[in-house]
Structures are given as structure tokens and as C-alpha cells.
């Protein structure tokens, strides 16, 4: 059973920096690529960024791209979005989720080609 925990939510004001961790249970994180997503009040859970199983190749929605870095640690099992100059349209639930293999590469952008979620957790930026 994997299990994904996230981590380092909160409240902040525009422009400042927050770091999410999600830390991943289970003997397989290597072979998972990772993935954060977000839902905000009343709009549909979207991609903001994935990484490959060896941390080698990361890819970002363009709304958060140049602000937001995802970045893993495999001996640690767990994955993390460091995420700076924070607007109030990023206020939402982020989600953490793993991709078992095989790998749905072509569909990394979707949330229906990921295997498992965490719970969420609530980051809100106040302007």
C-alpha cells in the first residue's frame, strides 16, 4: 500500500515563499515519477508540475513555471515544490501524486495518469 503525505501548506502573503513536502511510503519511490497538482474553490484540480523517477527531467504548468521548483529525494522518499513569488491566484489545495510504472509519460499533464494521492494541503496567498 503507498501512501503520500503532504506537508508545509499555509497562509502568506503575495509575493512570498512557501516550501511543500510529501513524503512517500512504500519500498518503490524510486521507480514513480512524481507529480503536484492543485485545485482552487469551484475549478478543476490542474497540473503544476511533474518529475521522472531519477529527478533527471521536470516539467511545469506555464502559470507557475520560473516560480516554482519540484525537486525529490529518493533516499528520503520524498518529493517537495518549493514555490516563490506567490500570487493570490495560487491559492488552492495542493495535491502530491505518484505515477507507478508503467510510466504514462504522454498523459503527465492529466490527473487520471497518476496511481495514487495524498490528502492535500491548503496554501493560501493573501494579497
Not at 509575493?15 to 475549478?43: E, H, I, N
Amino acid at each position: 500500500q503507498v501512501q503520500l503525505a503532504e506537508s508545509g501548506g499555509g497562509s502568506v502573503q503575495a509575493g512570498g515563499s512557501l516550501r511543500l513536502s510529501c513524503a512517500v511510503s512504500g519500498r518503490t519511490f524510486s521507480t514513480y515519477d512524481m507529480g503536484w497538482f492543485r485545485q482552487a474553490p469551484g475549478k478543476e484540480r490542474e497540473f503544476v508540475a511533474t518529475i521522472s523517477r531519477n529527478g533527471g527531467s521536470t516539467d511545469y504548468a506555464d502559470s507557475v513555471k520560473g516560480r516554482f521548483t519540484i525537486s525529490r529525494d529518493n533516499a528520503k522518499k520524498t518529493v517537495y515544490l518549493q514555490m516563490k513569488s506567490l500570487k493570490p491566484e495560487d491559492t488552492a489545495v495542493y495535491y502530491c501524486t505518484a505515477d507507478a510504472p508503467p510510466i504514462n509519460y504522454s498523459g503527465r499533464y492529466s490527473a487520471a495518469a497518476y496511481d495514487y494521492w495524498g490528502q492535500g494541503t491548503q496554501v493560501t496567498v493573501s494579497s
